[in-house]
C-alpha cells in the first residue's frame, strides 16, 4: 500500500530534521568549518519546505505566495548546500551570486505567469534555475582541488546531484514535451519518493565527507612533528611506504642526517622558546632547499634526516652542501639579535623497495659522528654500515656532549668533507661563549 503525502511529506521534514539536529552538534564543535553551518542552512530549508507543502492539496497548485516561498527554500537548500561545497574545499563563495540563485526560482514562476505564459513554462523556468545550482554542486563534487586528495565520499555527493540533475532535466521535458497534468497525486508521490532517497545520499554524503575530513586530519597531525610541521618518525614511515609503492622496483636515493651544531648551548644560554624558533626557522630552510620530492624528517631533537629518491652520491654531496652553506651563511633571527648557527651533515646511499634503510641510517649516523669530531659544519659522505662495537662508540651520549663542549678542533677538511668558512665557525663560537644580553 502506497503512503499518502502528507506522511511522506512528513517523513522527509522528520528525515531532515534529525539531519539538521546532528550537524547542529557538529556546527557548534566546530565553529570555525562554515561549511557545517551551510550544509545545516541547507537541511533546514529543505525541512522547511517539506513542512509547508504537508498543507497542500496533492490536486491543486498553491497560491502564488506559498509557491514562492516554498521554491524560495527547495532553492536556497540547493544553494547552501553549493556554497558548502566551495567552502569544503576551501574555494571562495560569492555572497551576491548565491543570494541570486536562491532568490530566482520563487522570482521566476510569478514573472513568466505576469507575463501572461503558462503555468508549464512558468515551473519549467523554476527547473531550469534548480538544474542550474545542481549543476554546479555537481561540479564541485568531481573538480580537483590542488594540493588536497580526493575523498572517497565525493562519490556519494557525485552519485546524488547527478541524480538531481536527472530529475530535473526529466521534469523540464516532460514539462514541454507531454500534456501530463501538472499537479497529480502520482507525480507527487512519484517525486517525494525520489526526493527522499536522493536526500538520504545528499546528508548521508554531507556526514561522511566531514568525517573523513576530521580522520584524515588525525591521521596527519600524527605522522606531523607539531613544532617545525616536518615529518615525525611515523609520517617518515609512511610517506616512504607510499613512495615505495608507487615503484616497480628498486630505485637508488640518498639519505642524510642533519644535527644543528652546540644546540644544547642555545638552548641554555639563550632558552628553550630561542631554541624552538631556530628549530622552526632551521625547518623552513631545509625544506627550502632540498627538491618538493625528497622526504624530510625530524629525526629527534635537533637532528632532521632527509631521503633523496633518485639522486647519485654526487648529487646527494652537492645538495648537502647546499643545505649546509643556506644554514651557514645566514644567520637565524632571535629577539635578542641575529645568531650564527651551522650544522654537520651525514650522508649515505640506499635503495628504495628493499631493507636497506635501517643500514643506510646507520652509515649515516656514523658519518655525522665523524663529521662533528672533526670540527663541525661539515659533511662527511658514509662508506659502509657500522658493526656492533662501532655503534657503542657512537653513542647519542658522545655527539650530544659536543654541544656543551667548546670547540677547540682545528678546521681541516676530512677525506669528502667540505671546509668551513673559519670565520664565521669562530664567530659562531663567540657568540655562545657570550654571556647572556639582558
Same mark, same amino acid.
Given at each position: 500500500?502506497?503512503?499518502?503525502?502528507?506522511?511522506?511529506?512528513?517523513?522527509?521534514?522528520?528525515?531532515? *530534521?534529525?539531519?539538521?539536529?546532528?550537524?547542529?552538534?557538529?556546527?557548534?564543535?566546530?565553529?570555525?568549518?562554515?561549511?557545517?553551518?551551510?550544509?545545516?542552512?541547507?537541511?533546514?530549508?529543505?525541512?522547511?519546505?517539506?513542512?509547508?507543502?504537508?498543507?497542500?492539496? %496533492?490536486?491543486?497548485?498553491?497560491?502564488? $505566495?506559498?509557491?514562492?516561498?516554498?521554491?524560495?527554500?527547495?532553492?536556497?537548500?540547493?544553494?547552501?548546500?553549493?556554497?558548502?561545497?566551495?567552502?569544503?574545499?576551501?574555494?571562495?563563495?560569492?555572497?551576491?551570486?548565491?543570494?541570486?540563485?536562491?532568490?530566482?526560482?520563487?522570482?521566476?514562476?510569478?514573472?513568466?505567469?505576469?507575463?501572461?505564459?503558462?503555468?508549464?513554462?512558468?515551473?519549467?523556468?523554476?527547473?531550469?534555475?534548480?538544474?542550474?545550482?545542481?549543476? &554546479?554542486?555537481?561540479?564541485?563534487?568531481?573538480?580537483?582541488?590542488?594540493?588536497?586528495?580526493? &575523498?572517497?565520499?565525493?562519490?556519494?555527493?557525485?552519485?546524488?546531484?547527478? *541524480?538531481? =540533475?536527472?530529475?530535473?532535466? &526529466?521534469?523540464?521535458?516532460?514539462?514541454?514535451?507531454?500534456?501530463?497534468?501538472?499537479?497529480?497525486?502520482?507525480? @507527487?508521490?512519484?517525486?517525494?519518493?525520489?526526493?527522499?532517497?536522493?536526500?538520504?545520499? +545528499?546528508?548521508?554524503?554531507?556526514? !561522511?565527507?566531514?568525517?573523513?575530513? @576530521?580522520?584524515?586530519?588525525?591521521?596527519?597531525?600524527?605522522?606531523?612533528?607539531?613544532?617545525?610541521?616536518?615529518?615525525?618518525?611515523?609520517?617518515?614511515?609512511? @610517506?616512504?611506504?607510499?613512495?615505495? @609503492?608507487?615503484?616497480?622496483?628498486?630505485? $637508488?636515493?640518498?639519505?642524510?642526517?642533519?644535527?644543528?651544531?652546540?644546540?644544547?648551548?642555545?638552548?641554555?644560554?639563550?632558552?628553550?622558546?630561542?631554541?624552538?624558533? +631556530?628549530?622552526? /626557522?632551521?625547518?623552513?630552510?631545509?625544506?627550502?632547499?632540498?627538491?618538493?620530492?625528497?622526504?624530510?624528517?625530524?629525526?629527534?631533537?635537533?637532528?632532521?634526516?632527509?631521503?633523496?629518491?633518485?639522486?647519485? %652520491?654526487?648529487?646527494? !654531496?652537492?645538495?648537502?652542501?647546499?643545505?649546509? /652553506?643556506?644554514?651557514?651563511?645566514?644567520?637565524?633571527?632571535?629577539?635578542?639579535?641575529?645568531?650564527?648557527? =651551522?650544522?654537520?651533515?651525514?650522508?649515505?646511499? &640506499?635503495?628504495?623497495?628493499?631493507?636497506?634503510?635501517?643500514?643506510? =641510517?646507520?652509515?649515516?649516523?656514523? /658519518?655525522?659522528?665523524?663529521?662533528?669530531?672533526?670540527?663541525?659544519?661539515?659533511? *662527511?659522505?658514509?662508506?659502509?654500515? $657500522?658493526?656492533?662495537?662501532?655503534?657503542?662508540?657512537?653513542?647519542?651520549?658522545?655527539?650530544?656532549?659536543?654541544?656543551? =663542549?667548546?670547540?677547540?678542533?682545528?678546521?681541516?677538511?676530512?677525506?669528502?668533507?667540505?671546509?668551513?668558512?673559519?670565520?664565521?665557525?669562530?664567530?659562531?663560537?663567540?657568540?655562545? !661563549?657570550?654571556?647572556? $644580553? /639582558?
Amino acid at each position: 500500500m502506497l503512503l499518502d503525502l502528507a506522511t511522506l511529506h512528513f517523513a522527509s521534514a522528520a528525515s531532515r *530534521c534529525a539531519y539538521v539536529i546532528v550537524f547542529l552538534v557538529m556546527a557548534l564543535s566546530q565553529r570555525g568549518q562554515t561549511y557545517l553551518w551551510q550544509w545545516m542552512g541547507a537541511m533546514g530549508a529543505s525541512m522547511a519546505g517539506s513542512f509547508v507543502m504537508m498543507g497542500v492539496p %496533492p490536486e491543486t497548485l498553491p497560491p502564488v $505566495p506559498v509557491t514562492m516561498v516554498v521554491y524560495w527554500l527547495y532553492g536556497g537548500s540547493l544553494v547552501l548546500a553549493w556554497t558548502g561545497f566551495r567552502s569544503f574545499f576551501g574555494r571562495p563563495v560569492n555572497i551576491g551570486l548565491g543570494v541570486l540563485l536562491c532568490a530566482l526560482p520563487g522570482l521566476v514562476y510569478p514573472a513568466i505567469l505576469a507575463a501572461g505564459l503558462s503555468g508549464r513554462l512558468a515551473l519549467t523556468g523554476v527547473f531550469t534555475s534548480c538544474l542550474v545550482v545542481a549543476l &554546479l554542486s555537481l561540479h564541485e563534487t568531481v573538480r580537483r582541488t590542488a594540493g588536497m586528495a580526493r &575523498l572517497w565520499s565525493q562519490y556519494i555527493e557525485t552519485l546524488a546531484f547527478a *541524480c538531481y =540533475t536527472l530529475a530535473f532535466l &526529466l521534469s523540464i521535458a516532460m514539462l514541454l514535451g507531454t500534456d501530463m497534468p501538472m499537479a497529480s497525486a502520482e507525480s @507527487a508521490r512519484g517525486s517525494l519518493i525520489l526526493d527522499q532517497i536522493t536526500g538520504v545520499f +545528499v546528508y548521508f554524503g554531507f556526514v !561522511a565527507m566531514a568525517a573523513e575530513r @576530521a580522520n584524515r586530519n588525525l591521521l596527519r597531525l600524527a605522522e606531523t612533528d607539531p613544532l617545525t610541521g616536518l615529518y615525525n618518525r611515523r609520517g617518515l614511515q609512511q @610517506a616512504l611506504q607510499r613512495r615505495v @609503492a608507487s615503484l616497480d622496483g628498486r630505485s $637508488p636515493a640518498g639519505l642524510l642526517i642533519a644535527d644543528i651544531d652546540h644546540f644544547k648551548a642555545i638552548n641554555d644560554r639563550y632558552g628553550h622558546e630561542s631554541g624552538d624558533l +631556530v628549530l622552526t /626557522a632551521f625547518a623552513k630552510r631545509v625544506r627550502s632547499t632540498l627538491r618538493a620530492t625528497d622526504i624530510v624528517t625530524r629525526w629527534g631533537g635537533e637532528e632532521f634526516l632527509a631521503v633523496l629518491p633518485g639522486v647519485t %652520491p654526487q648529487e646527494l !654531496a652537492a645538495i648537502a652542501e647546499r643545505l649546509r /652553506a643556506s644554514i651557514a651563511d645566514q644567520p637565524f633571527p632571535l629577539r635578542s639579535g641575529p645568531l650564527p648557527v =651551522t650544522v654537520s651533515i651525514g650522508t649515505a646511499t &640506499l635503495n628504495l623497495g628493499d631493507d636497506s634503510f635501517e643500514r643506510a =641510517t646507520k652509515t649515516a649516523d656514523a /658519518a655525522l659522528y665523524e663529521a662533528k669530531t672533526q670540527g663541525r659544519n661539515r659533511i *662527511c659522505a658514509g662508506s659502509s654500515p $657500522p658493526d656492533a662495537s662501532s655503534q657503542d662508540a657512537l653513542s647519542r651520549d658522545a655527539i650530544s656532549r659536543d654541544a656543551t =663542549t667548546p670547540d677547540t678542533t682545528q678546521h681541516g677538511a676530512a677525506a669528502q668533507d667540505v671546509p668551513p668558512p673559519g670565520s664565521l665557525r669562530r664567530r659562531a663560537d663567540s657568540v655562545l !661563549a657570550e654571556p647572556h $644580553p /639582558a
